[in-house]
């Protein structure tokens, strides 16, 4: 099992940046991918980015070049530093993480609002 505790967001002007940090707790060795979605309104869950334990990315192209995402595999926790933040970026965003083959179980945190304004 694996718990996820996400902290940052907040309420931040468009051009701005935020940090969103996600810690996890419980079996943190058997994590494989550890990443962020994020939710708008009315909308589909969608992956923002992804990071692999050896430290490959992968991003959305909606926030390439603005977005980037980090681990560090001892303490179990992710990163997500976002810059030049645009009113679409407003969303809630989730941690997630991956469990080992075969099972590929995966975890959420509770959420983080992310609200830039124009």
């Known amino acids: 099992q694996v718990q996820l505790v996400e902290s940052g967001g907040g309420l931040v002007q468009a051009g701005g940046s935020l940090s969103l940090s996600c810690a996890a707790s419980g079996s943190i060795a058997s994590i494989t991918d550890m990443g962020w979605y994020r939710q708008a309104p009315g909308k589909q869950r969608e992956l923002v980015a992804r990071?692999?334990?050896?430290?490959?990315?992968n991003y959305a192209d909606s926030v390439k070049g603005r977005f980037t995402t980090s681990r560090d595999n001892i303490k179990g926790t992710v990163y997500l530093r976002m810059n030049s933040l645009k009113p679409e970026d407003t969303a809630v965003y989730y941690c997630?993480?991956?469990?080992?083959?075969?099972?590929?179980?995966?975890?959420w945190g509770q959420g983080t609002q992310v609200t830039v304004s124009s």
């Open positions: 997630n993480a991956l469990g080992p083959s075969p099972a590929r179980r995966n975890y």
């Open positions: 990071i692999t334990r050896g430290g490959n990315t």
